[in-house]
C-alpha cells in the first residue's frame, strides 16, 4: 500500500459500533451515545462530565468557546499565524479579529513577547496553538492571561493524550478545545468537543451548540425533547451525532494501548535515524512535557526544503506543510503584519508522514531517502 502522509486507524471494532447505532439503536442523532463519549472523555481527563461539550468539529468547539467569551459588538483574540486556518475562521466566526502573532523560531509555538506588544483594549483572549501537539510554556501562556485579564481558549487540537508538565491537556486551564476529525489522534469521523472550567460558560456553549435551545442537550440525553423550550441567544446546529460518538468511544479506548504508543515510538525512531543529519532540524520540546505527536514537521534549513520535498516525491513518499501561515491569507491580511520567525519557519517546515498505520521500517524508508536527498 502506498505510504500515506496521515490517515484514521479504524477497523472492525469501530465499524460494529457504528452499526450497532444504525441496526439495533437507530436512534442517529444526539443522544446516549454522545452523552457516554462525554462521560468517558471526562474519566480519561479526570474531570466532570458538565465541563465537556461534544460537537460536530473542532473549528465548532472553536467558534462556541470564543463566541461564549466574546463582548458584545466583537473584540480581539491573540493567536499564533503557524496554525490550521480554522483558529482564524472560529475567531472570524465569532465576529472577533484574530491578530496574528509570531511564534517561537525553535517550537512554532506562539511568541508571548510578540502578542503583548499586539495587545490592544480590544484584546479580550489569547488561543495558544499546541503545535505538533506540543504544550509548550502553557503555564507562562496562563500567566500572561492572568497578567493582562485574558481568557484563554486553547487550540488543543493536535494535543488529545498529550500533558504538560504532568497534568493532562483538557484537565486544567479555562476553554480548551479539542479536535477529532479524521487524522487526529483520536476520530469520531468528524468531531470535535470544547471544555470548560467555567460552568456558566459551559452551560452557554451546550446550549448554543443546538440552536441555543435552553437545556436541550441535557433532555436529549434522558431520550427526551423540549417542546416548549425557550432561546435568548443565537444557537447554531453543531451537536455530536450517535453515529460520530459511538466512533469515538472506540477509538478513545485504543488510544492508551495502541495509538499512543505507536505514534510516540514513530517519532521516537525519526528522531534516533536523522539524528546528526546536516540540515534537518527538530522543534524543540520540553522533556517535562507528554507528547503525542499528531504531525511531524522537521526544519529543513539552508533552503534545502524542496529539494528534499522534491527527491521524496520521486520516490513516492508524500509530505505536507503545517501550515501556511494565516497572516499571509488574503482574508486574514495578506501578509499586511510582518511575523519573521514565522515566515522563516515557514520556508523551513516539511512535514514527514506519521500515523499508526506506518511500520518502523516505512520510517526508516523515509529517513534514507531524506539523507539521500540532502548528500545527492
Ligand atoms: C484540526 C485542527 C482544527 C480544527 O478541527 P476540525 O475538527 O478539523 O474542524 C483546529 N486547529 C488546528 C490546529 C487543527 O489542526
Redesign the pocket.
Given at each position: 500500500m502506498a505510504l500515506r502522509l496521515s490517515r484514521s486507524i479504524v477497523g472492525e471494532a469501530e465499524a460494529r459500533a457504528v452499526s450497532r447505532v444504525l441496526l439495533e439503536d437507530g436512534y442517529l442523532g444526539m443522544g446516549n451515545e454522545v452523552r457516554l463519549f462525554e462521560e468517558e472523555l471526562s474519566a480519561f481527563l479526570g474531570i466532570s462530565a458538565q465541563r465537556i461539550i461534544a460537537v460536530n468539529?473542532?473549528?465548532?468547539?472553536?467558534h462556541l468557546a470564543v463566541e461564549a467569551l466574546a463582548p458584545r459588538g466583537g473584540g480581539e483574540v491573540l493567536a499564533p499565524s503557524l496554525?490550521?486556518v480554522?483558529?482564524f475562521q472560529?475567531i472570524a466566526a465569532a465576529g472577533c479579529t484574530p491578530v496574528a502573532c509570531d511564534c517561537l523560531p525553535e517550537t512554532g509555538t506562539l511568541d508571548l513577547k510578540d502578542a503583548e506588544k499586539r495587545l490592544s483594549s480590544k484584546t479580550f483572549a489569547v488561543m495558544p496553538?499546541d503545535?505538533a501537539s506540543n504544550p509548550w510554556q502553557l503555564d507562562e501562556v496562563y500567566d500572561f492571561a492572568t497578567r493582562k485579564g485574558l481568557r484563554v481558549v486553547e487550540?488543543a487540537?493536535?494535543a488529545f493524550g498529550c500533558l504538560s508538565r504532568g497534568r493532562k491537556i483538557g484537565s486544567f486551564g479555562d476553554l480548551v478545545?479539542f479536535?477529532?476529525?479524521g487524522i487526529?489522534n483520536i476520530t469520531s469521523g468528524?468531531?470535535?468537543c470544547v471544555v470548560s472550567f467555567d460552568a456558566e460558560v459551559a452551560r452557554r456553549i451546550s446550549d448554543a451548540r443546538l440552536l441555543g435551545v435552553e437545556g436541550d442537550a441535557q433532555k436529549r440525553f434522558a431520550g427526551a425533547r423540549s417542546w416548549d423550550p425557550d432561546v435568548t441567544r443565537q444557537g447554531w446546529r453543531y451537536h455530536m451525532s450517535n453515529i460520530m460518538a459511538a466512533l469515538g468511544r472506540v477509538q478513545l479506548a485504543r488510544l492508551e494501548t495502541e495509538f499512543i504508543p505507536a505514534r510516540r515510538a514513530l517519532a521516537a525512531r525519526y528522531r534516533e535515524q536523522l539524528a546528526g543529519v546536516a540540515d534537518i532540524a527538530f522543534l524543540r520540546t520540553d522533556p517535562a512535557d507528554f507528547i503525542v505527536p499528531?504531525i511531524l514537521p522537521v526544519r529543513v534549513l539552508r533552503r534545502r526544503k524542496d529539494a528534499v520535498k522534491n527527491a521524496l516525491a520521486e520516490k513516492g513518499i508524500p509530505t505536507g506543510m503545517?501550515?501556511k501561515p494565516n497572516h499571509l491569507l488574503t482574508y486574514f491580511g495578506g501578509g499586511a503584519a510582518c511575523l519573521p520567525a514565522t515566515e522563516q519557519l515557514y520556508s523551513e517546515l516539511l512535514t514527514l508522514p506519521l500515523h499508526p498505520g506506518l511500520s518502523v521500517q516505512d520510517v526508516d524508508n523515509v529517513c534514507v531517502a531524506v539523507q539521500l536527498a540532502l548528500t545527492s
Open positions: 468539529t473542532g473549528t465548532a468547539a472553536l496554525t490550521f480554522a483558529s472560529a496553538v503545535y487550540d487540537a493536535h478545545c479536535s477529532f476529525d487526529k468528524e468531531g470535535g499528531h503545517h501550515y
